[in-house]
């Protein structure tokens, strides 16, 4: 059983950055594919970046590519979501998420946090 803990969220004025923390904990996720989600009211829930378990290979939306950088510390069992730039249309739940590989297929992802919300205002 992996328990996943999102944090790092909050109210931020437009132009302003964040940076989203989702730590881990039960099994090892060394070696597991983590993705940071999105999820705004009433749109569908969407990848906005995801990295395998070096952090060399990682997944960008085209929406956040620039802006959003993920990274990861193994020893910590977390994974960072540094968000810079930040648009309005940026608000929304964020969800860190482990999956086996680096993927955008959200039905793939094994393991869930329980959101933290994240609104830029204009």
């Known amino acids: 059983q992996v328990q996943l803990v999102e944090s790092g969220g909050g109210l931020v004025q437009a132009g302003g950055s964040l940076r989203l923390s989702c730590a881990a904990s039960?099994?090892?996720?060394?070696?597991?594919?983590m993705g940071w989600f999105r999820q705004a009211p009433g749109k569908e829930r969407e990848l906005v970046a995801a990295?395998?378990?070096?952090?060399?290979?990682?997944y960008y939306a085209d929406s956040v590519k620039d802006r959003f950088t993920i990274s990861r510390d193994n020893a910590k069992k977390t994974v960072y979501l540094k968000m810079n730039s930040l648009k309005p249309e940026d608000t929304a739940v964020y969800y860190c998420?482990?999956?086996?590989?680096?993927?955008?297929?959200?039905?793939?992802?094994?393991?869930w946090g329980q959101g933290t919300q994240v609104t830029v205002s204009s």
């Open positions: 998420a482990d999956s086996s590989t680096v993927t955008t297929r959200d039905q793939l992802y094994d393991y």
């Open positions: 039960g099994r090892t996720v060394r070696s597991y594919a």
């Open positions: 990295c395998n378990w070096s952090g060399g290979s990682t």
